[in-house]
């Protein structure tokens, strides 16, 4: 029983943070048609600029608020320089594209900041909780992580339901020819797609690290995860991404309680397929398909 | 599109034709052939050494802070007239500890940098890729950075290579004693990577522990998500844990224990229990939670076979100290820096052992001949001969308090297999450094 | 215009006949190549020969994916996985020094298992496109490295297998000896295994793409409606450029666990899958003579670059991680200005000048 209880918690705090990932590569495939699968590395190096905060001595918090600006700054930059050029474009440019810039990011961030294993602090404890005889593996920091992402999703929402800019960056997505007939700056709203979708990447990198140990690849399986969480969900659905990530979270983790961690990624593969076969829109899914 | 065709056909009959014609029984240079030439990587003013080590990747941690060490000793003893009238020319290719890489740069530094001998190639599965090719090349492959017996225990099919470091089965043997003799009651359960350090190191423990053992978890280097094996030592109620393991491990391991409240004793052998390593992995974890620096070992168990910088006492460690002061790059002193020297000083002997023309069989002959009454660092003596090929004959078991350790045991020495754990006699912890740092090895007869 | 050489008439028409049929044309190049490996293998040294063996099966590699995503547009980056699935079917087989099968049986075997299990991948990633096989042979990359580690009493575990390669035959060594007076080493010898594999995996994959096979593959990447209602059926010629693709990569495979002599997960990251696609994008989707390009600088500028790092003063690591960094960075720019590749820009500009050249005379 302790087991399974300890699995769970586990699965679902790790889902969370699929699901953010999930989220960010739903915004990007909802503005601009693109997976990223740079989002990992991306990520990643803004939670090395929070460490290098957090090293010279500034709080967590400090550290927190620069990656996800970062991840702004950065998102909006790789789409305006990098992306722009083959949006439109054949897909296999574009996916070709973020491929290679996970390679360059990658490397980069090895070459500037090391490639030794930090830790990386997280607040609100790391100790479980303790209920009489049962330990309950539900941290203050996995707390926050169900929380903040909670909240993220919900901005989101908001976002995109109830504000004049989200009805732009939904018009822009579905359509950019009617959109820029209506006066909607399309540019712009793609470039916002993409920071915004670093933003919330930049939050489940830090919620990743939390705890843990950080280096240039610890989110590369995150990639895949949180892809395999998106599909899930279906690609178009926020909504979908986060009970994606939540499913996917808890099954992997009971993959690798009761199996052998060795195969999460086969499981997660597997996973990947059946829905794919099943029910390609994901289980959220608004677009009808194509079918030929 | 066709008369090019034609005529790309016609070129190509003829060059074909030519070509054969002319390579037919042409004598051309034969290839260098493999090794046995013994003045490969040795000239009268230079001696080149190689190895290959993680300096990228995720064993990288403390692991690719030893060639740095051994380049430090090595930079000291050219600075004072290197060995014979020698400098030792040290080169260092990453292998980002996959066996694949491992292959390929060993292939660079045997084929095109010419080592005369590799010194120091670390770990296990990414050495275990490369040995038989430096055997058949008949390159010495001296003081391999791993415990597996596999560097030792085969002289017959591996004749170049030795190991330096106890092998992990004689650390499992003397650390399951003594857990039997102090800890009869425990139940203890084994963390142990993937590997010939688990494989190992369970058959020694296995010897004296068999019936406390409860539970055994193994991880895969690579994969950071230790919770369910931690949860199944939990599951079991483990009162000691048996940490077989590489230093990120031993941090993780702590952590997801923090998280399940899971409060056993630990015991971690030398591999992993770096304090300084793993408080640094550990430093930035919030407040209360764990305290950062080296507390965060405090009471562990675990082994030692050279003096590091827990005991800045020692005159071996103080020797290092100044070596890296003139000679280091930036950054502290570390343990691993330590064994990057330590290993290095052995080089130098057995370079010395090997006389002023030392040849690649000549080394490890010498080796062969002299290599238990080497005073040196170790805490305990070398055990090569023409039998064994196998080094530090036995550990000590202290405990970690803070940044230091206190001594638990004598240094208890053993062989693989049944050999018994007895005191070691030879006074081989006693040794001190000689005055200018270098050591003095009479060549070998 | 006419050519100015006037040939023999016998020999004009052989030579007429070797232009104009394709395989034949093939073959004649495979000669000519098979007569450079000759040539450049027994002129360097041991440690080249082991640097082209690598090229070798990097290049056999590249072959299966630059024909899978330049002319069927399926983009895979589990290819690495492939090439694990026939390393360890060689390794398996080269456990003892007395292998079971005679050397072109094992790589017989270590492609047909591969084929199989890209006939699996291929028939449920036909469906799919764009992102999505992406993503699925991303995972499929991921996962692959696991299935080794947790069948670790057969497959060795992180460890990995050791593989025996077996001795050098009698008879090659002295063809060999008789053709060139040298002796043949390891390296030399898996280097001519690997070439010969390469050419005659090149050979069928140029006749390939040269037939109405090719032709289809191409009608499906272009247009997936028309070639539908042309009455190609989509899945089946997915799942046979799949297929193809697979069997190369499982050659190559086995041509990698010989050079390396070990095979374990560690070997086939996912840096493998994506160094592939680096080779095929550089060289220009769809060619396989850029593939062979792609492979070649795979092979040599990591060094080089390294190289150009560490005399430039960076740290050991840093200089290691430098070679990534530029052929990632490579691979951006390439997209970005010149996403034909090398060889698709160089005959693309040849092409403009004919053109120009043909318009104006």
Not at chain 1, 41 to 46: E, F, H, K, Q, S
Not at chain 1, 74 to 99: C, D, F, Q, S, Y
Not at chain 3, 301 to 325: C, H, I, N
Not at chain 3, 339 to 344: D, E, H, K, S
Request: with cysteine; net charge negative.
């Amino acid at each position: 029983m302790q087991q399974f209880l300890t699995i769970t918690l586990t699965g679902l705090t790790l889902g969370m943070v699929y699901a953010a990932f999930a989220l960010a590569l739903v915004l990007i495939w909802r503005s601009t048609r693109i997976v990223n699968f740079a989002q990992a590395p991306m990520a990643m190096i803004t939670t090395y600029v929070a460490l290098v905060l957090i090293d010279a001595g500034f709080s967590y918090w400090i550290g927190f608020a620069a990656a996800l600006l970062s991840g702004l700054v950065l998102g909006a930059v790789i789409e305006r320089v990098v992306i722009r050029p083959v949006e439109g474009k054949a897909h296999i440019n574009a996916v070709i594209l973020t491929l290679g810039l996970f390679i360059v990011i990658h490397a980069l961030a090895a070459v500037i900041f090391g490639s030794r294993f930090r830790s990386f602090p997280a607040p609100f404890g790391l100790r479980g909780f303790q209920a009489g005889d049962v330990n309950i593996a539900l941290t203050g920091f996995g707390i926050f992580t169900i929380v903040s992402v909670l909240v993220v999703m919900a901005l989101l929402v908001a976002l995109f339901r109830y504000t004049n800019l989200g009805l732009m960056m939904r018009a822009s997505a579905f359509n950019q020819e009617v959109a820029r007939l209506l006066g909607v700056k399309v540019g712009r709203m793609l470039t916002l797609g993409w920071a915004l979708a670093a933003l919330v990447g930049s939050l489940s990198g830090l919620l990743i690290a939390g705890g843990s140990l950080v280096h240039p690849s610890y989110m590369d399986s995150v990639v895949v995860y949180g892809f395999v969480a998106a599909v899930l969900g279906g690609l178009d659905s926020p909504l979908g991404a986060v009970i994606g990530g939540l499913l996917l979270g808890v099954s992997l983790s009971f993959v690798s309680g009761y199996v052998g961690s060795e195969l999460v990624a086969l499981a997660s593969l597997v996973i990947l397929m059946l829905v794919l076969l099943l029910r390609p829109g994901g289980l959220f899914s608004h677009a009808a398909e194509r079918r030929v | 599109m066709k008369k090019w065709s034609r005529k790309l056909a016609l070129v190509t009959s003829a060059v074909t034709t030519g070509a054969l014609v002319a390579a037919c029984g042409a004598g051309q240079d034969p290839d260098e052939g493999g090794g046995g030439a013994s003045d490969v990587g040795i000239t009268e003013d230079k001696i080149t050494i190689g190895a290959h080590f993680p300096l990228t990747g995720v064993a990288a941690p403390g692991y690719s802070e030893i060639p740095t060490g051994a380049r430090a000793y090595f930079d000291y003893v050219n600075a004072n007239g290197g060995v014979d009238g020698r400098e030792i020319e040290y080169i260092v290719r990453d292998d980002a500890y996959n066996p694949t890489q491992t292959s390929q740069v060993t292939n660079e530094l045997v084929l095109q940098d010419e080592i005369f001998a590799m010194v120091g190639g670390l770990g296990t599965p990414t050495h275990s890729a490369v040995v038989d090719f430096l055997n058949s090349e008949k390159v010495p492959d001296l003081f391999v950075a791993s415990g597996s017996l596999q560097w030792g225990d085969d002289p017959e099919s591996k004749p170049y290579t030795f190991g330096w470091q106890p092998d992990y089965e004689i650390e499992g043997k003397i650390i399951g004693q003594y857990v039997a003799e102090n800890m009869p009651d425990a139940k203890v359960g084994l963390f142990l990577q993937d590997d010939d350090l688990g494989v190992d190191s369970e058959k020694g423990v296995r010897r004296y522990l068999d019936d406390q053992i409860v539970a055994v978890e193994r991880y895969t280097s690579g994969n950071t998500d230790v919770a369910p094996q931690i949860a199944g030592l939990a599951a079991k109620d483990v009162d000691l844990v048996l940490g077989f393991n590489t230093p990120s491990y031993t941090a993780l391991s702590q952590l997801v224990s923090q998280k399940l409240n899971f409060n056993p004793e630990w015991f971690y052998s030398s591999i992993g229990s770096d304090p300084a390593l793993v408080g640094s992995l550990l430093s930035e974890f919030s407040e209360g939670a764990i305290k950062d620096g080296a507390g965060a070992l405090d009471g562990v168990l675990t082994s030692e076979y050279i003096p590091g910088v827990d005991t800045p006492d020692n005159e071996w460690t103080q020797l290092w100290q100044k070596v890296w002061d003139e000679h280091g790059e930036k950054g502290e002193l570390t343990n691993y820096r330590v064994y990057g020297m330590s290993h290095a000083y052995a080089f130098v002997q057995a370079l010395q052992a090997a006389g002023p023309d030392p040849t690649r069989d000549g080394i490890v002959d010498a080796l062969e001949q002299v290599g238990t009454e080497l005073e040196g660092p170790q805490l305990a003596p070398f055990r090569y001969s023409e039998d064994s090929h196998l080094g530090i004959s036995g550990v000590q078991l202290v405990e970690i308090k803070g940044t230091s350790t206190e001594e638990l045991t004598p240094v208890l020495v053993t062989d693989i297999g049944d050999a018994p754990i007895e005191e070691d006699t030879s006074n081989q912890a006693d040794d001190v450094p000689p005055d200018d740092g270098l050591p003095a090895v009479e060549p070998v007869g | 215009m006419t050519s100015a050489t006037r040939l023999p008439a016998p020999l004009a028409r052989a030579t007429a006949r070797i232009g104009s049929s394709t395989l034949l044309r093939h073959l004649v190049f495979a000669l000519l190549g098979l007569v450079i490996v000759i040539l450049v293998l027994e002129n360097t040294s041991q440690f080249r020969n082991a640097q082209f063996a690598s090229m070798a099966y990097l290049g056999i590699a590249a072959g299966g994916l630059t024909v899978l995503t330049g002319l069927n547009g399926q983009l895979s980056l589990g290819h690495g996985a492939l090439m694990a699935i026939g390393a360890y079917t060689t390794a398996l087989f080269y456990q003892t020094p007395e292998p079971p099968l005679p050397m072109i049986g094992v790589l017989l075997a270590a492609t047909v298992v591969t084929l199989v299990v890209g006939a699996v991948v291929g028939i449920a990633a036909a469906r799919l496109h764009g992102p999505y096989i992406a993503g699925a042979t991303l995972a499929l990359a991921i996962a692959v490295p696991g299935i080794a580690l947790f069948f670790n009493n057969t497959l060795g575990g992180e460890q990995g297998l050791n593989v025996l390669v077996p001795d050098i035959p009698e008879w090659f060594a002295d063809a060999v000896f008789f053709i060139t007076a040298n002796e043949v080493s390891t390296s030399k010898y898996i280097g001519y295994i690997g070439w010969f594999c390469l050419i005659v995996t090149f050979v069928l994959l140029a006749n390939l793409s040269r037939s109405r096979v090719g032709r289809i593959w191409r009608a499906v990447r272009d247009d997936e409606v028309a070639a539908e209602i042309a009455g190609i059926n989509l899945g089946r010629a997915r799942v046979l450029a799949f297929v193809v693709s697979a069997a190369a990569a499982g050659l190559a495979g086995a041509v990698m666990a010989m050079a390396v002599r070990i095979t374990a997960p560690t070997g086939f990251t996912l840096t493998l899958s994506l160094t592939l696609l680096t080779a095929v994008v550089l060289g220009g989707l769809g060619s396989l003579l850029g593939a062979l390009i792609g492979a070649a600088l795979l092979t040599f500028l990591p060094q080089v670059v390294t190289g150009v790092g560490r005399d430039a003063g960076l740290s050991d690591l840093q200089a290691a991680e430098l070679s990534p960094l530029v052929y990632g960075l490579t691979m951006v720019l390439v997209i970005l200005l010149a996403p034909a590749g090398i060889v698709g820009s160089i005959r693309g500009a040849w092409r403009r000048r004919k053109e120009s050249a043909g318009s104006l005379g």
